[in-house]
């Protein structure tokens, strides 16, 4: 299968060229030329599939020829030992879980298929791999726990000192082995000017091979939409057609959902939930793409002013505004409406969402208000409610049960190396 880039549709690569470089020379986001279309066994409902015989058939149709069935099978089983189990609510109101991999957070899915497609090459190639990531926390940490012990693998994560949660920063450093986190001196911008400096480093690069492993990347991509797949096959029998509203920032996760839905997944409606960053809602009322330095939120994860996916979705709806709104509809949801609806959640059906479960519970509710056929109406929870304890604990009054996988990490000892913002010295450390 060819990829191509999001600026010029002749530029094609092989799925392994995607996933190394992430990005194409000129700088567009790499998408399948054709989208490969479902098994029927996978567009049917109620087969009652487990979740690795799903990943491992979506997955087939995009990695047929890049390895055989036994080695993909195996390499699905050990990136994903957790599933994403729906939730009922009420009727036909469900969340879809997201965060039952180690970092209690949707980027697992996405990170830890990544490490395993790398770890299949770097062994054909047998060649080494420096991966290098800048973080604000939570997708480092996926990053690091995914690549955690993959033979021929270096993790190298800068994160600012001080600008992390405590759990946040143990789930950095704490993994050691092949792990190791840079303390840097400075807020996260100083972190990614330096990453970026040591990317274009001639000397840097003429001694490593250097990988971002950053979001953008295809092989992050694809896994991301087995889980919609799963989410349709645990609904009942007969159940009405599923509207899934996404909580969004870099729209990965919903570019994801409409692959699958454009390989044949039966989806009636996506919903693109955002918080105050809402660049793709306006486009989708307006028609106009203005991109904007980001609002700090509540739901962090999501604060993106100018989302590098909405290229592919541009892609999948050929650059249309209307047909790219038959699909979608875009709402903006307040910190204020954010924090009601956890309470509301909390309240009505028992249940602790995160807050940006919260803003897509929100959104969901507004698109259901306005339209009269029944569906199955879904909201992806895309964090556990623990990683934001005191959020959720303000707005319900609830006690957030600490998962052991994050209140164990407390008792470990940290182990970092404190550096100023500098590239020479990022360097030193890297050519040593
Ligand atoms: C990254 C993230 C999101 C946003 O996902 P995108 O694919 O960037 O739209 C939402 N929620 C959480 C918890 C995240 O970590």
Redesign the pocket.
Known sequence: MKFYSTNDKSLTTSFEEAIFKGLAKDKGLFLPQKLPQLPTSLTQSNSRLSFTEIAFQAARCFLHDEMPDNVLLELIENAFPFSAPIVELSKDLYTLE??HGPTL???DF?ARFMASIFEFYLARRSQELTVLVATSG??GS?VAQAFHNKPGINVVILYPSKKVSLIQEMQLTTLGGNVKAIEIEGNFDDCQRIVKEAFSDPDISSKLVLTSAN?INIARLIP?SFYYISAFHQLPVNSPPIVFS???????????GIMAHLMGLPVSHFVASTNANDVVPQYLSSGIFETRPSIATI?N??D?GN?S?FARLMGLFQSSKDAICKSVSGYSVSDEETKLALKEIYEKYGYLA?P??A?GYIGLKRYINQKTNITSNIF?E??HPA?FYDTVNHSTGANVDIPERLSKLLDLQKQSYLMRPELKLLKEFLMA
């Not at 909580?247 to 994801?256: E, K, Q």
């Open positions: 997201l965060f957070a949707f980027k996405g939570d997708t996926a979001s991301q996404v909580p969004s920032g870099n729209f990965g996760n919903l570019t994801a739901s994860a999501m993106v989302p996916n995160d940006h479960g803003v992806l895309t964090a990683k």
